[in-house]
């Protein structure tokens, strides 16, 4: 299309995002950087990077054991590099499946002590994948109403319909699963931990209350619990016993294990016929070897990490401390995991902050709607087992000077 002819036609498929684009513009015309595009010039260490000439602790990478520069993962990958290529070209079911990614398979298995593991190129895949394959037209998925939008949309692709309940409620989730017909079958999709906020399920009374019921299957989603709970690190549900009450559970290689990809895993006796009847894998090129081989590798050494899962704990706990003594609004009254959300009164105020962290050296993550519920701006930090107590203490002085400056706080 020439620039004439855009010119004249003012209204096209892209303009229902105008009031998004004058809303963004609006703001970058106060002088803020954008949030959203940030670009890390360099990567020293899983807390630290470049970001325009300046070194940066991170503590908004999602990064949680900090195993992206592990030696062995990194040498992992350089080696499967050099032996089988950058990349599989191809779909799992026909010349996309390499010893390395029936070796990944083999390591969440072993991992999560299962029978079956599916490995997805990415966790927003294994979501959209597994949902909609496991749970079509005439189905019902049952779901937080806070649940990630990779949730939503495998609900989507699969045609079922929708049920939510209110965020960690048990009652109204027993009463929307009663509500259901008897005989009609039924997903319900639980998180361990919830990314904007940071806290968990209580799962075992939610889990209680969908055997109450008939006909349904429970899912888990531990993107944001893997590598921190439980004595085998596995997740939120193994942290509260139970793992013989789940029929699947997914979860993504770009959080606790450092590297990119999805996967779910089962004790299903049917569940290996989800390779042949998953668009969302069936039809998508596989992981490239070296990023298998990182998996792999990773996933091994977060099997004997309890050392890491304990410092992260203790960084959570005196992050959270530190910024609630400061006066700041948290998402949760106690630490609850590796994610501490900081409240905002509104985006101006959200921005700002993150503004002037960001020239302190501090780079974390703001959130908005549609991310949030409505109406909540926050920053989202995320701690890792490499940061150091030093670096922790650097990170809460920091908020001080930022919040102090920008009126957050008193």
Known sequence: MTDTAIAADTRDLLSKFDPLIAERQALLDTGVRDPFSIVMDQVLSPTRAIIKGKETILLGTYNYMGMT?????????????????????????????YQGHREVEDALKEFY???SAMVFSTGYQANLGVISTLAGRGDYVVLDADSHASIYDGCFLGDAEIV??????????DKRLGRLPA??????VLEGVYSMLGDIAPLPDMVAAVRKHPNCMVLVDEAHGMGFFGPNGRGVYE?????????????????SVGTVGGFCVSNHPKFEIMRLVCR???????????????????????????????HLWKNSKRLHQGLTDLGFTLGTKTPQSAIIAVILTDQAQAVAIWQTLLELGLYVNMARPPATPAGTFLLRCSLCADHSDEQVEQIIGMFKVAGKATGAIA
């Open 164 to 173: 939510r309940f209110r965020h960690n409620s048990v009652e109204d989730l």
């Open 113 to 115: 002590g299962t029978s």
């Open 280 to 310: 969302p894998y069936v039809f998508t090129a596989s992981l490239p070897p070296s990023v298998v081989a990182t998996a792999a590798t990773s996933i091994r050494k977060l099997m004997h990490a309890g050392e890491k899962r304990a």
């Open 183 to 188: 005989d009609a079958l039924k997903l319900v």
């Open 69 to 97: 520069f592990d030696p062995d993962v990194v040498a992992a990958g350089k080696k499967a590099l050099d032996e089988f290529g950058a990349g599989t070209t191809g779909s799992r079911v026909l010349n996309g499946t």
């Open 239 to 255: 942290e509260q016993g139970v793992e013989k009450d789940v029929d699947f559970v997914v979860g993504t290689f770009s959080k």
